[in-house]
């Protein structure tokens, strides 16, 4: 039996496609705001500095299409997010190289498509109609008028175990790509399997049994390719888990988190990384685990870990960004608050008290500024940690007046 991650009653954001060329001016203005004056991207193609827009030539290319949600009066967007969908035979072949179709014999020839240029504005309320997952569901439903075979996209590793329950998506064995904001896992989602998106529960099962179920549309042959697809249900997901919990992951990841280098001269950095012991952890390997008394803290150089509590996943930390800094804030004795496992093969560089000190008796105002990175990036911790105890609560409080 599967397990929904969307609860029956959410409310989902209305999606609209951009089809004027007001409605797409208004995409590419949201673009910059959340990429470019948010995060801080200022090497995304195609930067207008003058009209504040990100476009390029893809996005007026045949076949596109621009998805929004929110408003285009006061161009207040949640979210938007490209379209691509290629007729059969028809995929460039750059993309066809990044996609890695070749690992599909078959769909490199049949009518596919690519949702990408995923953008949600991480201080908006509509979040609580989950505009990430609207988009998706609002591309789903194109590509089948289409007549497309397969949609492909990228999540955050993070993220991977979510898209496979909500989407019914699947890796596929393509490398993971490094994108602007961190390491990213392609998917692929094949509206004809009807039979795996009915066992994730998937949100657009209904959709796709009115297609090829009902109306008997011809299926894609798996045969070639079977092999290649992960199946993302082996693992059981928490019943707690809602996808609520990973959108939220999502604005989190989006936003950029900023480097425990930060503010560090050169010289400085190339002495902790000299002081530290480099590391190295291929997929699934276990960087500690909850309740061990080593004190190390860890600065990811590259790739990503997921930090699980009791078992649960609620974090996962990419490069430039610590693990394991309140363990050696703390006594032996209190042990590991959390566990962490490489999403994708990682490095990380080791440090320990010794190491920090001596670094502060060498070059104090080097000392001062790590220790400053380092509290800083404890209270950034807590204060999300605080918010997600206030949400929690709220989802609480609704729950006792509903009974």
């Given at each position: 039996?599967?397990?929904?991650?969307?609860?029956?009653?959410?409310?989902?954001?209305?999606?609209?496609?951009?089809?004027?060329?007001?409605?797409?001016?208004?995409?590419?203005?949201?673009?910059?705001?959340?990429?470019?004056?948010?995060?801080?991207?200022v090497?995304?193609?195609?930067?207008?500095?003058?009209?504040e827009?990100?476009?390029?030539?893809?996005?007026?290319?045949?076949?596109?299409?621009?998805?929004?949600?929110?408003?285009?009066?006061?161009?207040?967007?949640?979210?938007?997010?490209?379209?691509?969908?290629?007729?059969?035979?028809?995929?460039?072949?750059?993309?066809?190289?990044?996609?890695?179709?070749?690992?599909?014999?078959?769909?490199?020839?049949?009518?596919?498509?690519?949702?990408d240029?995923?953008?949600?504005?991480?201080?908006?309320?509509?979040?609580?109609?989950?505009?990430?997952?609207?988009?998706?569901?609002?591309?789903?439903?194109?590509?089948?008028?289409?007549?497309?075979?397969?949609?492909?996209?990228?999540?955050?590793?993070?993220?991977?175990?979510?898209?496979?329950?909500?989407f019914?998506?699947?890796?596929?064995?393509?490398?993971?790509?490094?994108?602007?904001?961190?390491?990213?896992?392609?998917?692929?989602?094949?509206?004809?399997?009807?039979?795996?998106?009915?066992?994730?529960g998937?949100?657009?099962?209904?959709?796709?049994?009115?297609?090829?179920?009902?109306a008997?549309?011809?299926?894609?042959?798996?045969?070639?390719?079977?092999?290649?697809?992960?199946?993302?249900?082996?693992?059981?997901?928490?019943?707690?888990?809602?996808?609520?919990?990973?959108?939220?992951?999502?604005?989190?990841?989006?936003?950029?988190?900023?480097?425990?280098?930060?503010?560090?001269?050169?010289?400085?950095?190339?002495?902790?990384?000299?002081?530290?012991?480099?590391?190295?952890?291929?997929?699934?390997?276990?960087?500690?685990?909850?309740?061990?008394?080593?004190?190390?803290?860890?600065?990811?150089?590259?790739?990503?870990?997921?930090?699980?509590v009791?078992?649960?996943?609620?974090?996962?930390?990419?490069?430039?960004?610590?693990?394991?800094?309140?363990?050696?804030?703390?006594?032996?004795?209190?042990?590991?608050?959390?566990?962490?496992?490489?999403?994708?093969?990682?490095?990380?560089?080791?440090?320990?008290?010794?190491?920090?000190?001596?670094?502060?008796?060498?070059?104090?105002?080097?000392?001062?500024?790590?220790?400053v990175?380092?509290?800083?990036?404890?209270?950034?911790?807590?204060?999300?940690?605080?918010?997600?105890?206030?949400?929690?609560?709220?989802?609480?409080?609704?729950?006792?007046?509903?009974?």
């Amino acid at each position: 039996m599967s397990l929904s991650l969307i609860d029956p009653e959410t409310r989902f954001a209305i999606v609209r496609v951009a089809d004027s060329e007001r409605a797409r001016t208004a995409v590419y203005r949201f673009r910059h705001t959340v990429m470019v004056n948010e995060r801080g991207w200022v090497d995304v193609a195609g930067i207008d500095p003058f009209d504040e827009q990100v476009n390029t030539d893809e996005d007026e290319a045949e076949g596109v299409s621009h998805l929004y949600s929110g408003s285009l009066y006061g161009g207040e967007l949640d979210s938007t997010a490209r379209l691509r969908i290629w007729k059969p035979g028809e995929v460039p072949s750059q993309r066809r190289a990044a996609l890695e179709l070749a690992r599909l014999p078959g769909l490199a020839q049949a009518c596919v498509a690519e949702l990408d240029m995923i953008v949600a504005h991480p201080e908006l309320g509509s979040r609580d109609h989950l505009p990430v997952a609207a988009l998706f569901r609002a591309a789903f439903d194109l590509i089948l008028e289409a007549g497309a075979q397969a949609l492909f996209f990228t999540v955050h590793p993070g993220l991977a175990a979510a898209a496979g329950r909500v989407f019914g998506a699947r890796r596929y064995g393509a490398k993971v790509r490094q994108e602007l904001d961190g390491p990213a896992v392609p998917m692929v989602i094949i509206p004809s399997d009807t039979a795996y998106l009915e066992r994730a529960g998937a949100l657009f099962v209904a959709s796709a049994w009115k297609h090829f179920v009902l109306a008997r549309r011809p299926r894609v042959d798996l045969t070639p390719f079977v092999d290649e697809l992960v199946d993302e249900l082996a693992s059981p997901m928490p019943e707690d888990a809602r996808w609520s919990t990973y959108e939220e992951r999502f604005y989190r990841r989006g936003v950029q988190r900023w480097s425990f280098f930060d503010g560090l001269r050169d010289g400085v950095v190339e002495e902790l990384l000299a002081r530290g012991e480099g590391q190295v952890y291929d997929v699934g390997e276990a960087l500690f685990e909850q309740g061990d008394s080593s004190q190390q803290m860890y600065i990811v150089l590259e790739g990503c870990f997921e930090i699980f509590v009791n078992a649960r996943s609620v974090d996962v930390a990419s490069e430039g960004e610590l693990i394991g800094e309140i363990a050696m804030l703390s006594s032996p004795e209190d042990g590991r608050s959390a566990s962490a496992k490489a999403l994708i093969p990682s490095k990380v560089i080791a440090l320990d008290g010794a190491a920090l000190k001596a670094l502060t008796f060498g070059d104090p105002e080097a000392g001062h500024q790590v220790m400053v990175n380092l509290a800083r990036f404890v209270a950034e911790r807590f204060h999300e940690r605080v918010k997600v105890g206030l949400r929690l609560e709220r989802e609480l409080d609704e729950l006792r007046d509903e009974s």
